[in-house]
């Protein structure tokens, strides 16, 4: 697990200041799988996870989903045959925190479990 | 339940017709919750379901999923923070089979379900 996973949450509140350019450059050297994307023209952290059939997709998706409940913070997940699209940003700043960049890692980690 | 929700899904090959034009108007009209949506360039039906919070939302994802593992037909599911979208198309013909009508009246017919 990398450092970053373990690192706590932060509450987010709408004033919380969005991470900056450098600190994006930074944080994603940890999670080098996720892609920087504009979805709805918010910044999002993306990444495709692939799996045998629906049923182990949609077995990651609600593994995704406890993690998110854990830490009160959720993501979007686009859940197909064989397929799971993880989308992590902050609805309160409409943007990415570092949150976002400690759940993405917290995501690659449950990989390493077992299911 | 719908008529349509009722009826059973027949096997799907490359080689089967899509529904025609007039065929999806009249299916329509049994599920006139459902948009008709191009989604990579491929005709499928969307409807967005609202729910009180993430817990309720994957829960309803989970209800699409057995839903789906039992036709043999696999929709993609759009699960976030109280809402769940849910799009049905058929894969082996990029584009529309009856059976996508039949599964989205049968998406219906879990809302009248209990949880």
Redesign the interface.
């Known amino acids: 697990m990398s450092q970053l996973a373990q690192q706590p949450c932060e509450a987010c509140r709408s004033d919380a200041p969005p991470v900056s350019e450098q600190e994006i450059k930074t944080l994603q050297r940890e999670i080098p799988e996720w892609s920087l994307v504009q979805r709805d023209g918010i910044p999002q952290l993306e990444r495709v996870f692939a799996f045998r059939n629906?049923?182990q997709a949609?077995a990651f998706?609600?593994q995704v989903?406890d993690l998110?409940?854990q830490a009160g913070h959720?993501p979007?997940?686009?859940?197909?045959?064989g397929k799971v699209t993880v989308f992590w940003w902050t609805?309160a700043i409409n943007g990415l925190h570092k949150n976002d960049f400690i759940l993405a890692a917290r995501t690659d980690a449950l990989l390493t479990q077992a299911p």
């Not at 979007?76 to 045959?81: M, P, Q, R, S």
Request: proline share 0%; no cysteine; net charge negative.
């Open positions: 629906f049923k949609l998706t609600n989903g998110a409940e959720h979007a997940l686009l859940t197909e045959w609805h």
